[in-house]
């Protein structure tokens, strides 16, 4: 059956995984990741899939990466009598924009690993309903436009403006950073504009999370999703 999807209804689905030693939790991770509501055409069933897999990948990295550690980090402070730790880790996803044939989203997994600060990783998606493929970054802007130079100017002058301010501190060579650690994958759609983010620690310390800029439509030659058919 052929969809003709302007929008795109979802629910969450939950899984949750705990890994013992000698029957004592060492490593719990948990997701929580959208799926159809109801899957009838290719395009449910290619973003049901996804995420299915996307959970799946998740849990098969935290047996595979994060239960060695957990293991080791348990030894050791059975060795030394020391409170036995826990690992922790979650994926979640939050939906940003779901109007006029376009879903956009991010998911984000955090790992909390003894005393080292949280790990954080986000991932941007955003899909054409109309034929169930991710949207890329080009596209979003009109014809013609040179958009990566758009977008790092203006990511530019917002930590300029940030730094002058003093509410954000970025690394000192943060200029050469914004080039070297640009992904073009890096973006969802929301209401107020493209939001656009660098992974933590690319360009700045581990207090500033995941740096996020919001590029308006109307501002930098933008395609806005508000109009489009």
Not at 46 to 60: E, K, L, S
Not at 61 to 68: A, D, E
Not at 91 to 116: F, P
Not at 187 to 203: D, K, N, R, V
């Amino acid at each position: 059956m052929r969809e003709h999807l302007t929008e795109l209804q979802t629910e969450s689905i939950t899984a949750e995984r705990i890994w013992t030693v000698d029957d004592i939790p060492v490593l719990t991770a948990a997701t929580s990741l959208p799926q159809p509501s109801q899957v009838h055409g290719h395009v449910s069933r290619r973003i049901r899939r996804y995420y299915q897999a996307q959970g799946q990948a998740f849990f098969h990295y935290c047996q595979h990466i994060l239960l060695p550690l957990a293991k080791a980090e348990y030894q050791t402070a059975l060795a030394a009598s020391a409170p036995l730790p826990c690992f922790h880790a979650e994926l979640y996803y939050q939906i940003t924009w779901n109007e006029n044939g376009l879903w956009s989203l991010y998911t984000e997994s955090r790992e909390r690993i003894g005393s080292s600060p949280t790990l954080r990783i986000r991932h941007g998606d955003t899909w054409d309903l109309s034929t169930g493929y991710p949207v890329t970054l080009s596209s979003r802007f009109q014809p013609k436009v040179r958009w990566k130079k758009v977008i790092l100017t203006a990511v530019a002058a917002e930590i300029e403006q940030q730094e002058r301010c003093g509410i954000a501190q970025y690394h000192v060579n943060w200029r050469h950073l914004l080039r070297r650690r640009f992904n073009s994958r890096n973006f969802f759609l929301t209401s107020e504009g493209l939001a656009f983010f660098y992974p933590m620690y690319a360009i700045a310390p581990t207090a500033e999370g995941i740096p996020t800029f919001v590029l308006k439509y109307d501002a930098l030659l933008l395609q806005d999703p508000a109009s489009e058919p």
